[in-house]
């Protein structure tokens, strides 16, 4: 008896077979198969409708450790030889996180601050999950009353550290933990659990270690994890600030970036909502935006231009030819009592990027608390009289001397800093002088934390008519 198949043999999805003699069915276009799971990336809950394998790649993502939904969408690819549709749902745990980059304005530049930002409002990834950042990091110290017992911190076991906090199961998982105590290691994450208690490998003696190091800042514990497929190729979602192309001046653009590929642009958007191009509801609304979801988060007046947001943008420090060094932070004291303290900031630490620190102080005017954009950090001193507060490598030294009016439990000290990645801008564009001359741009050729550089035989300074202190743009 002759028996014909219908559908992928090997593969993924539906097969029909026909016994003789009832050989009606007729060859067609194939149906449809659906697969629920657990995918890299993709909003939860919502089915995706695929056009096919690359879409698929875009909209769900790599091969994961905790499931067989993405293989078997491969084979269903592969196997099924494009025949049918393929619908995918992806499920979670309902907790994943989700990436946010905060947008700042301009506003203030002009009448003379350093930066002067403000929060415009944020782009949150669609989708948690690893595809939501590139990097994650947290930094915090170890209870102070516990450390330095005779057997270590009662927060550290030989193969966990119980930060305190509350977390997303695993999400630490994969990523590593360094005690800053312990100056030859950093442990690899195994797990954590939702109370915060991270693990590592069981070969490892975090207490036995941190007992006999004496690295600086002795409280101090780093987490750090980088996103990866299941090759080790680094992802992330990324966007970048353009200027508008139509009215460079009163609008902008957003452009954002797949691991390092281009995905969506949108090229004229305004801050103003009575106009039809108002960035929140140009980006929500598109149908062909998978990626961000865009808040309004600015109170002030938006329809001035300086409200648009920037990659980078302020004041200039220095000029040379090939050289354009970024601003000093700004510094804001908030005092009910009047305390005028002088603070300097004498060094930028290696986590530090553009981002708000605001130090609050504690214990009867004696203490700081520092809080940044990746943890709180505990520094005590006797007395702010020039000590400096150096919060390690991670964040910066600076020094807070109380002026005629001391500083009180409940004054804070915050710091707008602007920093970069080293390395980031290379291939990107600076512009000097941009209210002045916004046709006069240059390539970046390298950069550190607080500096851009061009090629030798460039000039910044377009011949000596541009000095530090204009408005530059990157």
């Not at 409002?121 to 948690?128: D, Q, R, V, W």
């Not at 916004?438 to 607080?450: E, G, M, Q, S, Y």
């Amino acid at each position: 008896m002759t028996v014909r198949r219908f559908g992928p043999v090997l593969g993924a999805g539906v097969q029909v077979s026909e016994e003789e003699p009832q050989q009606q069915i007729e060859q067609a276009p194939w149906g449809v198969s659906a697969l629920v799971g657990a995918f890299e990336k993709g909003p939860p809950g919502e089915p995706q409708f695929l056009a096919g394998r690359l879409d698929f790649d875009k909209r769900n993502g790599g091969l994961i450790e905790d499931g067989d939904s993405p293989q078997a969408s491969r084979d269903f690819y592969k196997l099924g030889r494009g025949a049918g549709e393929l619908i995918t749902l992806r499920i979670t745990g309902g907790d994943e996180k989700k990436a946010i980059l905060d947008l700042w304005t301009r506003q203030g530049i002009t009448v003379g601050a350093n930066s002067g930002r403000s929060l415009l409002g944020t782009l949150e990834a669609i989708n948690g999950g690893r595809w939501a950042g590139r990097r994650d990091v947290y930094v915090d110290d170890l209870d102070p009353t516990d450390a330095g017992g005779p057997t270590g911190p009662d927060v550290l076991t030989p193969t966990t550290l119980d930060t305190g906090d509350t977390m997303v199961e695993n999400e630490w998982r994969g990523g590593t933990l360094q005690l800053k105590k312990v100056t030859t290691r950093v442990y690899r994450i195994v797990g954590n659990t939702a109370a915060g208690v991270v693990s590592v490998e069981a070969d490892q003696d975090l207490l036995a270690d941190w007992n006999a190091g004496a690295g600086t800042p002795a409280n101090r514990y780093v987490l750090s994890r980088v996103n990866a497929d299941h090759l080790g190729n680094e992802q992330q979602l990324a966007a970048e600030i353009v200027v508008g192309e139509e009215n460079p001046t009163g609008e902008f653009g957003i452009v954002l970036y797949e691991d390092d590929a281009e995905v969506k642009r949108w090229r004229n958007i305004s801050t103003d909502p009575a106009k039809r191009n108002y960035w929140v509801n140009v980006i929500n609304s598109d149908p062909s935006n998978y990626w961000v979801v865009a808040t309004d988060l600015y109170a002030g007046d938006k329809t001035v231009a300086a409200v648009r947001p920037a990659n980078f943008y302020g004041l200039s420090k220095t000029l040379t030819a090939t050289k354009l060094t970024l601003p000093d932070p700004d510094v804001t004291v908030n005092s009910v009592g009047g305390a005028d303290p002088t603070v300097a900031i004498n060094s930028l630490g290696s986590l530090v990027r553009s981002q708000i620190l605001t130090g609050t102080v504690e214990n009867a005017g004696a203490d700081i608390r520092w809080t940044t954009s990746i943890g709180p950090v505990q520094i005590v001193t006797a007395a702010f009289t020039g000590v400096p507060f150096d919060l390690g490598e991670e964040f910066l030294d600076v020094t807070v001397t109380n002026g005629g009016t001391p500083l009180a439990d409940g004054d804070t000290v915050v710091l707008n800093v602007i920093a970069l990645e080293p390395d980031e801008l290379i291939g990107g564009t600076v512009w000097p002088d941009f209210v002045n001359e916004p046709d006069l741009a240059f390539t970046i050729f390298d950069n550190d934390r607080v500096s851009v550089d061009v090629r030798t035989g460039l000039d910044l300074t377009d011949g000596g008519s541009i000095a530090a202190g204009e408005e530059f743009l990157l």
